[in-house]
């Protein structure tokens, strides 16, 4: 019962994630930046960085493909 209590605990004190609204709050910078020709690799690197986006590229990739180039 002890692991059970912990595991419990410790999902309790996790954050929850926030990648998905970091991403949505900067669609339009993101947006702009690959119509001007920067790949979605050099923008994600960038936020990143910078802390904007604490996803790995492979989310970022993910929600660029559904947010933006399906959204097309």
Known sequence: ME???E???AKLKKPPANGKVA???NID???AALDQGYTAVDVWRVMH???E???KYNQFALYVRR???EAK
């Open 29 to 31: 910078q993101i947006k």
């Open 53 to 55: 986006v604490k996803v």
């Open 49 to 51: 960085d910078r802390g």
């Open 3 to 5: 692991l059970l209590e």
């Open 67 to 69: 947010f933006i180039r």
């Open 23 to 25: 991403f949505l709050r």
């Open 7 to 9: 595991l419990r605990n």
